[in-house]
């Protein structure tokens, strides 16, 4: 089966500086995608980033970044230069090629970026 | 812009009331699912469907039914509401296809049941 896992509830960041949230998962499957989405207080999900389990390189949009240790299991989202308006839920989530199409997600960790 | 559109952002309902929560996208996607979301649980799959009159039960399939006649509209619904389905409600899309297709979400229903 699969499954996320989100350690860290909450976090706490000051502006400007960078954070990592974590994500571990657990797969069978040789081939699958690995997503980070934002939820601010509004409630739409925001999708963030995208890694592919075949991907070599470590995905990259803007301020963010996947930290991808493909032997450790873990997808890392990196936030750098954090702004008030980071603050929200991060979701990690994946898909497997067997999963017919939906994503498994992590319980997610709330961001709070501090002034 | 692509879009999915859930019918209403608040809902209260009473107890053991038929419920219909709708969704639309309008992005000719074949997969539609529906989530609930709850504070320290996540987002849990009730279910999905990957074409017109198909669905697929997700890991929390009780107390729901869905309905999808039309491509770009898929519908939850509760039979006889509880208390314990108070939550958000998230609809989602995506294309069939490859594991790399995101999920595009509507906006979510808050779902009250008193």
């Known amino acids: 089966a699969q499954k996320i896992t989100q350690t860290q509830p909450g976090m706490f960041v000051q502006e400007k500086e960078a954070v990592t949230l974590d994500c571990t998962y657990d797969?069978?499957?040789?081939?699958?995608?690995l997503f980070w989405y934002k939820q601010p207080s509004s409630g739409e999900m925001i999708f963030l980033i995208y890694q592919g389990s075949y991907d070599e390189q470590n995905a990259t949009e803007g301020r963010y970044s996947l930290n991808f240790q493909k032997a450790r299991k873990s997808a890392n989202l990196v936030i750098s230069a954090s702004q008030l308006g980071d603050s929200a839920m991060y979701f990690c989530?994946?898909?497997?090629?067997?999963?017919?199409?939906?994503?498994?997600f992590g319980k997610g960790t709330k961001l709070s970026v501090k002034p | 812009d692509v879009k999915v559109t859930q019918s209403s952002r608040y809902l209260v309902k009473r107890t053991g009331e038929k419920v219909f929560l709708e969704c639309v996208q309008d992005?000719?996607?074949?997969?539609m699912f529906w989530y609930r979301q709850d504070p320290g649980l996540g987002l849990r799959l009730i279910y999905f469907?990957?074409?017109?009159?198909?669905?697929e039960k997700g890991d929390i399939p009780e107390g729901y039914s869905v309905s999808r006649e039309k491509k770009e509209r898929f519908s939850l619904i509760l039979e006889s509401a509880s208390t314990n389905q108070t939550s958000m409600y998230l609809c989602a899309s995506s294309p069939l296809g490859a594991v790399g297709e995101k999920l595009f979400f509507g906006s979510g229903t808050q779902l009250s049941v008193l």
């Open positions: 992005m000719d996607h074949e997969n």
């Open positions: 469907s990957y074409d017109v009159k198909m669905k």
């Open positions: 989530a994946m898909r497997g090629r067997g999963s017919q199409g939906n994503l498994i």
């Open positions: 797969t069978s499957d040789q081939s699958y995608g």
